[in-house]
């Protein structure tokens, strides 16, 4: 069984999810899964750490497998996110697993463009998959 703790960029500094995927490992946790937003939740939570930056750090300090949940097409283009998950894999070989999403409006609309229907956004992920 993989009991991972979830590093929430939406709710906690990079610095301070840092510290706490340190703490996973000997706390008994076996892997450690991260979020990938751009926007918080809420007010309240405040926070949107870029992920990718923050795996190459987290992923140096511990020896446990990561993951990260990642939505290409609208703010990352397929290409960018193949470059970010290739160079971490070389990097620390077989311990990255990325989970592909279609995204939501509250992250990816930072881009400007219009929030496309869900049939849309479920071809460019099918495209974005190809692409990577």
């Excluded at 899964?33 to 918080?40: C, Q, Y």
């Excluded at 279609?102 to 099918?126: M, Q, V």
Aim: with cysteine.
């Amino acid at each position: 069984m993989t009991i991972a703790y979830h590093a929430s960029h939406e709710q906690f500094p990079p610095s301070v999810l840092f510290e706490l995927s340190e703490l996973a490992q000997p706390c008994g946790f076996n892997a450690i899964s991260s979020s990938d937003h751009f926007h918080p939740w809420s007010e309240r939570q405040g926070e949107s750490g870029f992920s990718f930056a923050w795996l190459g750090a987290a992923l140096q300090s511990t020896t446990l497998p990561y993951s990260v949940v990642c939505a290409p097409g609208q703010r990352y283009h397929p290409a960018i996110v193949a470059q970010a998950i290739a160079t971490l894999n070389e990097m620390f070989p077989g311990r990255l697993s990325v989970a592909l999403g279609s995204g939501e409006a509250l992250n990816e609309s930072i881009t400007g463009d219009k929030w496309p229907e869900k049939s849309l956004r479920n071809a460019r992920l099918l495209e974005c998959y190809q692409i990577i």
